[in-house]
Nanobody, 114 residues
């Protein structure tokens, strides 16, 4: 089982990034997929999740209207489009799969700074 995140980096406030999480080793479409983040000195928090079919999504209040989670089951991939990024969005972003089992990716760093 693998979850491999990519797409993180350094971006200026107001900028955009698109994170990807490529999954393998399990039945991707049967799993709810989520993005979490953890800032230095803070607890890991959920950012957004999407149902197995992609028909249901939910977001943390702090990112509503700025972030969009999506998935392409044919590619075993979940995405997080992040727009209008703010310095407080700086964190390590983790992909999570939850179903019969629970899996985590290794994380990708997102830094929002001028």
């Amino acid at each position: 089982v693998q979850l491999v995140e990519s797409g993180g980096g350094l971006v200026q406030p107001g900028g955009s990034l698109r994170l990807s999480c490529a999954a393998s080793g399990f039945t991707f479409s049967s799993y709810l997929m989520s993005w979490y983040r953890q800032a230095p000195g803070k607890e890991r928090e959920i950012v957004a999740y999407i149902s197995g079919t992609g028909g249901s999504t939910n977001y943390a209040d702090s990112v509503k209207g700025r972030f969009t989670i999506s998935r392409v089951n044919a590619k075993n991939t979940v995405y997080l489009q992040m727009n209008n990024l703010k310095p407080e969005d700086t964190a390590v972003y983790y992909c999570n799969a939850r179903g019969v089992y629970r899996f985590w990716g290794q994380g990708t760093q997102v830094t929002v700074s001028s």
